[in-house]
């Protein structure tokens, strides 16, 4: 079944840190994977997505992500964050351009001073 | 950008009413919607596909006489929430994909308590 695993549930960095949160997904083929932030009581704001070509995606407010076939893993990396990037982050996939998308359970970001 | 406008963003209502809650693409059109249902500190759980003109397609598990999706245009879907009781109480958020391009914009999502 397709599924996609983030193995961390909660996070916790210093502000200027760095960050990396992790992403697994599990598909037949390399499905098109997204990384989302939602803020409590909120919708889910896009930070970056990946379809083909450059493994290495940039994103909004300074993510980025990195796509590893071999690993089938999509994580997302922040050089360093701020008090501001609190809050849960979304790994989703989906099968082809279009389809429903599969979220992770997400991993809630604290950021300490 | 692509912008979906959800609405109520949060109601109340009695045990046994029904509740409608409204998504629209506000400047694209959208053949498909997306229907999830979010518990507290959890993930995004997939209801049902929703497609204009068409009837939706649910999810297993997801009782479809309970939950009524309409897609009665290319840029507003529906989801009416019948004889709610109080577990179907939760955070459901809806996701319209741009026909043009294919990405998802999601609404801001609505708190549903039954009370």
């Known amino acids: 079944a397709q599924s996609v695993t983030q193995p961390d549930i909660h996070i916790t960095v210093s502000e200027g840190a760095s960050l990396e949160l992790r992403c697994n997904y599990s598909?037949?083929?390399?499905?098109?994977l997204f990384w989302y932030v939602q803020s409590p009581g909120q919708g889910l704001q896009l930070l970056l997505k990946?379809?083909?070509?450059?493994?290495l995606v940039q994103g909004i407010k300074g993510f980025e992500a990195e796509f590893k076939r071999s690993q089938s893993s999509f994580n997302l990396r922040k050089p360093s964050v701020h008090w501001s990037d609190a809050a849960e982050y979304f790994c989703a996939a989906g099968a082809s351009a279009g389809t429903a998308l599969i979220f992770g359970k997400g991993t809630t970001l604290s950021v300490s001073s | 950008g692509a912008v979906v406008s959800q609405h109520p963003s949060w109601v109340i209502c009695k045990s046994g009413t029904s509740v409608k809650i409204e998504c629209r693409s506000l400047?694209?059109?959208?053949?498909?919607m997306f229907w999830y249902r979010q518990f507290p500190k959890q993930s995004l759980m997939l209801m049902a596909t929703?497609?204009?003109?068409?009837?939706?397609?649910?999810e297993q598990g997801v009782e479809k006489d309970k939950f009524l999706i309409n897609h009665a245009s290319l840029t507003l879907s529906t989801l009416t929430v019948t004889s709610a009781h109080p577990e179907d109480s939760s955070f459901y958020i809806c996701?319209?994909?741009?026909?043009?391009?294919?990405?998802?914009?999601f609404g801001s999502g609505t708190r549903l308590t039954v009370v």
């Open positions: 598909y037949g083929a390399t499905p098109y």
């Open positions: 929703s497609n204009e003109g068409s009837k939706a397609t649910y």
């Open positions: 400047d694209f059109q959208a053949t498909t």
């Open positions: 996701s319209a994909r741009d026909d043009r391009d294919y990405g998802y914009t």
């Open positions: 990946y379809f083909s070509g450059d493994t």
